[in-house]
C-alpha cells in the first residue's frame, strides 16, 4: 500500500507539470498519499511497531527527498504521465498493454521512467531482472519517437529511514528486445497448448493470489 501511495503522489506531482498547472509542495503530495492510503479497501497488514502514522512520517521524508532532488525537475517536456500504450509488438501473441509512468521529450531523444518503490536499493542483478519489462516498454514508445533514440531508467526509491532515490539506466538493446519477444512468444505458445505447472519460487509464492488452487493441483 505504501508503495501505490507514493506511486499515486508522484503521478499526481508530474501531471501537474504536465498540465502546466502549480508545482504542487509537499503538503499537496501527502494529501495524495494520505486520500489513497485511506481509500484502500483491503486489510493492511502492518509490521512490528508499524501503523499508519509510522508510514505517513515516512512519506513526509519520502516526499521531502523527491521534491529536493533532480528527480523532481526532468530534463526536457513532459509529454506522458502514466500513459496506457497498447500494441501487437510480437508476432502471435495478445496485444502488449504497457502503463509508461513517465515520458521525457528531451529533443535529443525520448525517456521513459519506470517508478518503484523498493526495501533497499537496487544492484545490477536486479536491474538487468527487471528489464524486459523497460525493453518491452520501449517497443511501445518506439513510434512515438520519430526516429530518435529512447531512453530508458527505472527510478528507484527506498522506503529506508533516509529514503533514497536512485536512476538505473537500462540500454535499449536490439538483441536483448528480440531476445524478450522470443521468450513471450514460447511462452504464449506453451499458454495455447495448456502447459501449466507450479513453478515454486521462494521470491514469488509467499504472496502469489493462487497458492491454494496451486498447492491442490495433482497433476
Ligand atoms: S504458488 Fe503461485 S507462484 Fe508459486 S508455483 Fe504456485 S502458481 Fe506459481
Redesign the pocket.
Known amino acids: 500500500m505504501y508503495g501505490s501511495s507514493i506511486h499515486a503522489a508522484l503521478q499526481h506531482y508530474f501531471e501537474q507539470l504536465l498540465a502546466s498547472a502549480e508545482r504542487p509542495d509537499l503538503d499537496g503530495l501527502l494529501d495524495v498519499f494520505q486520500e489513497t492510503w485511506r481509500a484502500c479497501d483491503k486489510p493492511i497488514q502492518y509490521g512490528k511497531r508499524e501503523d499508519f502514522d509510522f508510514y505517513c512520517r515516512l512519506a513526509d521524508r519520502t516526499l521531502w527527498a523527491f521534491l529536493e532532488g533532480g528527480w523532481a525537475y526532468p530534463e526536457g517536456q513532459i509529454v506522458g504521465v502514466e500513459e496506457e500504450l497498447r500494441a501487437p509488438i510480437i508476432p502471435g501473441c495478445p496485444d502488449i498493454l504497457g502503463r509508461i509512468d513517465l515520458l521525457v521529450d528531451r529533443g535529443d531523444a525520448l525517456e521513459l521512467r519506470d517508478f518503484k518503490t523498493a526495501r533497499s536499493s537496487w544492484n545490477d542483478e536486479h536491474v538487468a531482472e527487471a528489464a524486459p519489462q523497460l525493453w518491452l516498454y520501449a517497443e511501445l514508445v518506439r513510434p512515438f519517437a520519430g526516429g530518435r533514440p529512447v531512453k530508458l531508467a527505472f527510478a528507484v526509491l527506498t522506503k529506508t529511514q533516509s529514503p533514497t532515490f536512485t536512476l538505473h539506466a537500462v540500454a535499449d538493446d536490439a538483441r536483448q528486445i528480440a531476445r524478450t519477444k522470443r521468450i513471450a512468444q514460447r511462452v504464449w505458445r506453451a499458454i495455447e497448448a495448456g502447459h501449466f505447472y507450479?513453478?515454486?519460487?521462494a521470491a514469488?509464492?509467499s504472496t502469489?493470489p493462487?497458492?491454494k488452487p496451486?498447492?491442490a493441483w495433482t497433476g
Do not use: A, G, L, M
Open positions: 507450479p513453478n515454486p519460487t514469488n509464492c502469489c493462487y497458492r496451486c498447492q
